[in-house]
């Protein structure tokens, strides 16, 4: 899970503690991926990371499966706190879900289907499964640990140009709600993602 970008767009206010519909964003992100599955969450912070950690621990959410790491240079991009978060993943993970801290609202039956995409099309080499509402790209991204490897190792500069760079073949894409395109870069779409969280998956 990335958190380590410096939300400019948002104002001087760290929007991952902006309460939604009562509990901070960081806290309703965390809790949401801890439910998907049971294996490690490597969350990357940014340059000053106590109130985060401060605000996870009031919620119960630190424990052995979450695995902080800091950013120090947030300026660096997306692609930096992805390599901070492969480099502290346990060395035999084989599948990688990529999370955004200000996209919290995850849709259980969207991820299982992702899995499934990713799983069914493993005797054919397929190494990334993502979602889409109407054409645009979503949240999280199923990737192939070895791809994520391999190309960030030859400095590619994230995830977005890596499933570019992959034939059509080794992508499998699923048809998903709008809140898998739900992020919260302003105070407008703070708004409005507190109406999404209170209305069904659509």
């Known amino acids: 899970m990335l958190a380590a970008g410096r939300s400019q767009r948002f104002g001087l206010a760290d929007k991952l503690l902006q309460p939604i519909n009562g509990v901070p964003l960081l806290a309703r992100a965390v809790r949401a991926v801890q439910q998907l599955g049971a294996g490690p969450v490597v969350l990357v912070l940014g340059r000053c990371p106590r109130r ?14 979450l695995i902080i790491c800091r950013n120090p240079h947030p300026e660096r ?18 599948v990688v879900d990529i999370h955004l801290a200000d996209m919290p609202v995850q849709h259980r039956p969207t991820y299982w289907r992702l899995l499934r995409a ?25 990737m192939a640990r070895g791809v994520l490897d391999q190309h960030m190792s030859q400095g590619s500069d994230g995830a977005q140009r890596i499933i570019r760079a992959l034939p059509t073949a080794q992508k499998r894409f699923i048809a998903g709600p709008s809140s898998c395109v739900a992020d919260m870069d302003t105070r407008r779409m703070r708004r409005t993602l507190i109406w999404r969280w209170r209305q069904p998956a659509r």
């Open 52 to 65: 985060q950690i401060r605000v996870l621990a009031q919620h119960n959410l630190l424990g052995p499966r």
């Open 118 to 142: 990713f799983s069914n099309g493993a005797a054919d080499n397929v190494r990334v499964a993502r979602p889409f509402y109407d054409t645009r790209p979503g949240h999280p991204v199923r």
């Open 77 to 94: 991009g997306m692609s930096y706190s992805l390599r901070i978060a492969l480099n502290a993943l346990p060395c035999c993970t084989s």
